[in-house]
């Protein structure tokens, strides 16, 4: 009676550790995505150049929340020079819906600004737009999935910050890439009048 109860017993929680396993196994989070962003920008567009297929692998979110717009002409309605502004806000859509990337364009850029961060251990990016320079980096800390990326054209200038990424995927050439996809529509469609473009 006695080795009968011990093997029911034994049955039950055999099946209890089974089981916790199986829940354990499906709790544990998908694979990361490690596929590089398109080389080529492709709808679907947010804000009318971000391509949102980019947005989702760089930050892991499928349904992000999208704010901002970009305007193009609004240096010819304020002062009569050319340059645009705006940006590009991604939300995570759950809890606090904290902001996980933004991309800016403003006419507030220089090249001592990117010689500067260089000279602070940021990296040069590779030519994107002819006359334009740049810089990326990323944080240094453990885990961190923060990075960012600046490219100035004249006094144009666009940046992408990743301001939460996901652990495992090359972050900093994830915002590279993103900039590869945005500036050279952004900044062209920006670009100042020759007098405005002498740093």
């Not at 080529?40 to 297929?53: I, K, R, S």
């Not at 890439?177 to 920006?190: F, G, T």
Request: charged fraction near 20%; aromatic fraction near 6%.
């Amino acid at each position: 009676m006695m080795r009968k109860t011990f093997r029911s017993g034994l049955v039950v929680l055999l099946g209890a550790v089974a089981l916790l396993v199986s829940c354990r196994q499906q709790e544990s989070p998908p694979p990361v995505n490690k596929a590089p962003l398109p080389s080529v920008a492709a709808p679907p567009y947010v804000c009318d150049f971000v391509p949102l297929d980019a947005i989702r692998l760089m930050t892991g979110i499928q349904n992000p929340i999208i704010e901002g717009r970009f305007n193009m002409a609004v240096g010819k309605m304020v002062d009569g020079l050319e340059y645009g502004t705006g940006s590009c806000r991604a939300y995570q859509p759950s809890g606090n819906k904290p902001k996980v990337l933004q991309i800016i364009l403003s006419p507030a850029g220089g090249e001592r600004e990117v010689d500067w961060e260089i000279s602070q251990g940021a990296r040069r990016l590779p030519e994107i737009v002819s006359g334009a320079v740049g810089y990326y980096s990323q944080n240094g800390s453990a885990g961190n999935t923060q990075a960012a990326a600046m490219l100035v054209h004249g006094y144009d200038r666009v940046i992408v910050e990743l301001i939460h990424g996901v652990k495992g995927r090359d972050n900093a050439a994830d915002v590279v890439a993103m900039m590869k996809l945005i500036a050279p529509k952004l900044i062209l469609d920006a670009t100042p009048a020759p007098e405005r473009a002498k740093d």
